[in-house]
């Protein structure tokens, strides 16, 4: 590894990418002290991101292309995991079996992990394909490439991280030209088969009351218990507001957070802390960050030297939007709250090792955008 980047004397290491996803971590860890100041998941993010760092700079030192080409093996790995979830190995928190412990391992999120080898072997099958639009076969593939982990993870079950697994095949199937009527046709079937899928859903029972409570939440607003299920949205709604313009004083005001009204504040919630404890201006600075941050994957996408790297990251730049706007919506009350954690601020080392790890394939990609 270090003689790879001897040899490029580092000079083509993105070190503002590397530096702005530390940063945020950083300041995530910052709200996850003041939302948990008694607990010890600020110090556990710090070990995590030392780990992170080291995961990060082992993958950029990597030829990705020789990563892409083993891309079936690590999907086929990644399903192994997903499938020991769910037998006694598979660990069970709040109702969800979505973690695994093993020996030396320890527990972790596989959900978390599997992502990026989804993304791989979507970018193996379409970056090698030729030019034109895509045919029906082609998208049906991808579908199925994606299909067998998301169900998986349903089983868990955890909708809201499958949910977040098919940015990764729209962005794909959009950059790989896709045809119109192939879009519009995919829309009329979601407003025709969505209402009907909650409808069974409903009635068969896969669709929990809390579930429908908290969808309700967000299209009647007034209807809401403030001490049921629109508990959570309330009370984030409630924080986000004390922050005002430059968050709370600490000697004069007290924490939503620390008084325990807001459920999960060091994961679901984070964003709601930080307005809290750091008002609309440090909002905006976050978002400015993630968006700098955005920019340089994107950078590093039209630097790519082949079609394989550019829908690696595109893949990821998709998936980290998507999940931002998720629970950035969810903490301002606009989207039901479904458990997905905000990208390098959220408590879990699962999380930010994956991260990570994603970030490491983009600079690995743009240190070899020079080679042929």
Known sequence: ?????????????????????????SFGVWQIYNAQPTESYWSKQITGLFIALV???????TDYRRVID??????GLSLVLLLLVLTPL??????????????????????????????LMLAKYFGARKLGSLKLREILTGALILA????????????????????????VLFLSAIKVRYV????????????????VGVETGKIKGYQQERIKVILDPESADPRGYGYHTVQSMITVGKGGLSGIKGDTETSQSVLKFLPEPHTDFIFAVTAENTGF??????????????????AGARQAPDRAGMLVIMAIVGSLTFQIFINVGMAL????????????????LSAVLSTFIAIGFVISVKMRRFVN
Not at 104 to 118: H, L, R
Not at 184 to 199: R, S
């Open 1 to 25: 590894m270090v003689a790879i980047l001897e040899k490029r004397n580092l000079r083509d290491f993105d070190w503002l990418t590397a530096l702005l996803a530390v940063a945020i971590v």
């Open 55 to 61: 995961a990060l700079t082992v993958i950029a030192a």
């Open 70 to 75: 083993a891309a079936p093996i690590f999907y």
């Open 90 to 119: 598979g660990v069970k928190v709040n109702g969800q079996q979505a973690w695994l412990k093993l020996p030396i391992i320890g527990q972790f999120q596989p959900s978390e992990f599997v992502k990026i080898p989804t993304i």
């Open 148 to 171: 067998a982990p998301v169900g998986l993870i349903l089983l868990e079950p955890d909708a809201g991280q499958a949910m977040t697994y098919f940015p990764l095949l729209a962005v």
């Open 184 to 199: 519009l046709l995919t829309i009329v079937a979601g407003l025709i088969f969505m209402p009907l899928a909650y409808y």
């Open 281 to 298: 201006i440090g909002c905006i600075s976050l978002l400015l960050a993630y968006a700098m941050l955005l920019s340089r994957l994107i």
């Open 333 to 348: 009350g606009f989207l039901p709250v479904i458990g997905v954690p905000l990208p390098l601020m959220s408590a879990g």
